[in-house]
């Protein structure tokens, strides 16, 4: 059984910081990618930000890029968000997933068949 748990998420007001984490275990777990997706009430799950785990550029969406940054940690399968300048636009759940099959784009939701259970961010204005 595959776990990804996340934690760090909370109620920070806008201009705050935030550090997000997400650990994965599990029997024989071996992963390809790992990424953070938020999805705000009323709206589709987006891609927030992905890592490959054989090295390369991580990816960030467009609307995140300079204010948020994903990272390894030195624990294998461990992976963090460390999120800059919030604004109330960023609150959402935020989830953690992971790619076992050794392909797809990081930023599309089908590459990832792990998740975790979501963490609440809420930017106060």
């Known amino acids: 059984q595959v776990q990804l748990v996340e934690s760090g998420g909370g109620l920070v007001q806008a201009g705050g910081s935030l550090r997000l984490s997400c650990a994965a275990s599990g029997r024989a777990f071996s992963s390809y990618a790992m990424a953070w997706f938020r999805q705000a009430p009323g709206k589709e799950r987006e891609f927030v930000a992905g890592?490959?785990?054989?090295?390369?550029?991580?990816l960030s969406a467009d609307s995140v890029k300079g204010r948020f940054t994903i990272s390894r940690g030195d624990a294998k399968y461990m992976v963090y968000l460390e999120m800059n300048s919030l604004k109330p636009e960023d609150t959402a759940v935020y989830y953690c997933?992971?790619?076992?099959?050794?392909?797809?784009?990081?930023?599309?939701?089908?590459?990832?068949?792990?998740w975790g259970q979501g963490t609440q961010v809420t930017v106060s204005s």
């Open positions: 890592i490959r785990w054989s090295g390369g550029i991580p």
């Open positions: 997933a992971a790619n076992t099959m050794s392909f797809g784009r990081l930023s599309e939701t089908p590459s990832y068949d792990y």
